[in-house]
């Protein structure tokens, strides 16, 4: 069988796109058979070609980090209508909602954290202010008080719920950028107590959530005294919060 048929037999559903962007990335013909094996063994496409397209732009990927999704688009909409003049990537993973909002908002002070190394140094080929430790800990103190927009787009899914994903992301992204605790919303609400102190008066804190989990998420952004509201896509939940 030739790339196209063995990448549809696999599952793949553009299976002539993927061949095409995997061909692009081959540096020889024996490393292009690697990339299709392990396309057809489930590695993510995006890991495998070393870049995901989000919002437009190209932005590097490397294995284990977690992909940006398209739902998370409305996250980086949401924030640069803002217009903040200080904005952090929190959770970042690739950093991919930083870069964006660095290329959108030129003359902003871009900052981004996460706490899994891998996710950090992937960020850091992406945007220049990346920093390694939990949640608001890996910020420069300085920051405290003075963020415009917090993005976090932490993990959600629910512990129990991680075995049911798709392999793509269950084998292949770190468990920490997926697992949200109990009811996926253990990470969210640590980051909506700490923000209050982190962002400026008037200041936002952005997070995507699924509808399930939405009034949940909107309760927890309320008990840490943000005024919060839901704002929906076609394909996706973020909660809003106003300190």
């Known amino acids: 069988m030739n790339i196209v048929e063995r990448l549809r037999a696999a599952g793949c559903v553009f299976a002539e796109e993927e061949a095409a962007l995997l061909e692009e990335a081959a540096e020889s013909p024996h490393h292009l058979e690697e990339l299709v094996t392990h396309r ?11 870049w995901a397209m989000f919002c437009g732009q ?13 739902r998370t688009e409305l996250l980086v909409d949401l924030a640069a209508d803002l217009n903040p003049a200080v904005v952090v990537d929190l959770c970042c993973g690739s950093g991919a909602v930083g870069a964006v909002l660095q290329h959108r908002l030129p003359d902003a002070e871009v900052h981004a954290a996460d706490i899994d190394p891998a996710a950090v140094a992937c960020a850091r080929q992406n945007l220049v202010n990346v920093y390694e430790g939990d949640l608001f ?3 420069p103190a300085h920051l405290r008080g003075q963020i415009d927009v917090v993005v976090a787009n932490v993990p959600y899914v629910p512990t ?16 920490v950028a997926l697992d949200g605790g109990v009811d996926g919303l253990e990470v ?10 982190w962002l400026r008066p008037g200041g936002h804190l952005l997070s995507e ?9 909107l309760a927890a952004f309320a008990a840490a005294g943000l005024t919060a509201e839901l704002v ?6 973020a909660v809003v919060g106003r300190r």
């Open 40 to 50: 057809v063994n489930g590695l993510p496409l995006e890991h495998a070609v070393g």
């Open 58 to 70: 190209r932005i590097v990927v490397t294995r284990g980090v977690f992909v940006p999704r398209h």
């Open 137 to 139: 800990d890996a910020l």
């Open 160 to 175: 129990l719920d991680i075995p049911f994903m798709p392999v793509e992301a269950r084998d292949h992204e770190a468990r």
């Open 188 to 197: 969210l609400r640590r980051v909506a107590i700490q923000a209050t102190s």
């Open 209 to 217: 959530t699924s509808e399930r989990q939405a009034p949940a998420a």
């Open 232 to 237: 929906t896509s076609e394909d996706s939940n």
